[in-house]
């Protein structure tokens, strides 16, 4: 297959060859005029930062960058809801010639009287960079002040991608690791990074771990509090998901506090089961029961979704998905999901992906399967038109290319309603990816039109009844 491709991305997308040493370009700057679907520097510490629900959220830049902001992810929060309003200080152009820095103080003195938060962080954005206001003297002002931590986020949006954000954000939350009282902490205790709590999943994956007898001391940032950040270096061990967001956390809190890391998935079978073994088996010199606890689990869940999972593969089987995701760790769990599904996947990328990410990616795909690095419209939409997907699994900006084409899609990014992690998650995916994959409106799209049969009034009934089932019935008759 020959995609449509700038040639100064040729190095970015790689076919897989059995027998070929696999060697892909990545982790550098998006190529100008390709459209990238990566997100700027303020949007990756956003993302990460925003689900701590009793922190004041301000952006000090235009409007529009805050836009970007609200509920974008459905972060869930089982207290305080402060994360779910944003607040900027809409900078304007006679900010820009005398400086914001008076807006800024005057913003956060307001609004900390008005919302009294635990804690308050300050997004820089491009223009605060370009115009050089002194963000991080403005914050010790409030936060001598007010009495709370004010942290300087340093996110100016041009100063790299998504990545540079998530190291930013990294920076800002460790001003606040070490700084609370450690004390009554179980030598069986963890942090959860890397989880945002999309839909609830983690108190799905928390309470996994407490029927093991761990204690979860901080879930960062998911369900996220200023006070669990303070006291989350008295856990005895940091479960890091995703590959980008939260390691540089967890490497800052091994080396000034001796905590050890293990990277984690929540998705899929044998990723779900790994992540709760794998920490169980840190714990088994100090918990010898821990093991038979953590297996006895994994029994009784996988009880429940293999039958399900059997009974929906039967429609499944053969079909074909393109993945395309920001951190390249839960595309490997996704190429494993798929495989349970009876499906393969034949395109598979991320945004931020690292070598060894991808080198990783290409040990469990199949022979032909394109794996790409930062990729952009044009391109995924020539794989997923060259390649005949039955669906595409993305983010926001994926959607609209998937539906373009007539073709199904999963969001498994930051506007997901379902919870998609641990075991019950993944039966939601099973079902959710069969409702899509078999849904009879592909039917009616002009991709599939030649190729299958005719459009009858029954297959317009089958259409309808997936709406509502009145115009099903009146089709039918
Ligand atoms: S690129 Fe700059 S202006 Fe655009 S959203 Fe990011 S910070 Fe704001």
């Known amino acids: 297959m020959k995609p449509a491709i700038f040639e100064q991305r040729s190095k970015q997308i790689v076919q897989k060859r059995e027998g070929d040493e696999f060697s892909i370009a990545c982790n550098r700057d998006s190529l100008a005029g390709a459209v990238s679907q990566r997100a700027c520097v303020f949007c990756g510490s956003r993302v ?16 529009g960058c805050a836009a970007y902001t609200w509920d974008i992810r459905g972060a869930l929060s089982s207290g305080p809801e402060l994360h779910r309003l944003s607040f900027s200080t809409d900078l304007r152009e006679k900010d820009v010639i005398f400086g914001g820095e008076k807006k800024l103080e005057a913003a956060l003195l307001e ?39 004010v942290i300087p986020v340093q996110s100016e949006g041009f100063k790299g991608n998504k990545r540079a ?63 669990d950040l303070a006291r989350c270096h008295g856990a005895a061990l940091n479960v890091v998901q995703c590959s980008g967001a939260t390691m540089d956390l967890a490497k800052m809190m091994q080396e000034k506090f001796g905590v050890p890391v293990i990277r984690a998935s929540y998705f899929g079978i044998e990723d779900m089961s790994k992540a709760l073994y794998d ?45 395309y995701v920001g951190g390249a760790f839960k595309a490997f769990s996704l190429v494993k ?88 998650g993944m039966i939601n995916f099973a079902e959710e990816v069969h409702r899509t994959v078999m849904s009879p409106v592909w039917r009616f799209t002009p991709r599939r039109r030649g190729s299958l049969q005719p459009v009858t009034a029954l297959d317009a009934a089958a259409c309808a009844s997936t709406v509502s089932p009145e115009p099903a019935k009146e089709a039918a008759s």
């Open 111 to 149: 609004l900390i009287a008005q919302h009294k938060p635990n804690a308050a962080f300050v997004y820089s954005t491009c223009i605060v960079g370009i115009i050089g206001d002194d963000v991080g003297a403005i914050c010790k002002k409030v936060s001598a002040a007010t009495g709370i931590p």
């Open 279 to 323: 920490v169980a088996r840190h714990f088994q010199d100090k918990d010898p029961g821990i093991m038979a606890r953590t297996a006895a689990l994994v029994k009784e869940e996988l009880s429940v979704l293999l039958p399900r999972l059997a009974e929906l593969r039967k429609d499944l089987e053969g079909k074909k998905a393109a993945v």
């Open 48 to 63: 990460v930062l925003y689900p701590i629900a009793d922190a004041l959220h301000l952006v000090h830049g235009p409007i």
């Open 165 to 227: 954000g998530y190291e930013a954000a990294c920076r800002a939350m460790m001003q606040l690791v070490g700084t609370g009282d450690t004390s009554g902490i179980s030598p069986l205790s963890i942090n959860i990074l890397g989880d945002f709590n999309l839909a609830g999943e983690i108190w799905i994956i928390k309470e996994y771990y407490e029927r093991m007898g761990i204690e979860v001391v901080a879930t960062i940032t998911g369900d996220g509090r200023v006070g």
């Open 337 to 424: 999901c798929f495989r349970h599904l009876g499906m393969k996947v034949v395109v598979v990328g991320s945004q931020t992906g690292t070598e060894e990410d991808y080198k990783e990616l290409a040990a469990i795909t199949d022979e032909g399967t394109i794996i790409v690095d930062d990729s952009n419209p044009l391109e995924l939409a020539r794989f997923v038109k060259d390649l005949d997907v039955d669906i595409f699994v993305g983010g926001v900006k994926e959607r609209p290319i998937a539906y373009k084409l007539g073709v199904g899609f999963c969001d498994h990014n930051h506007e997901r309603k379902e919870a998609l992690e641990g075991f019950v």
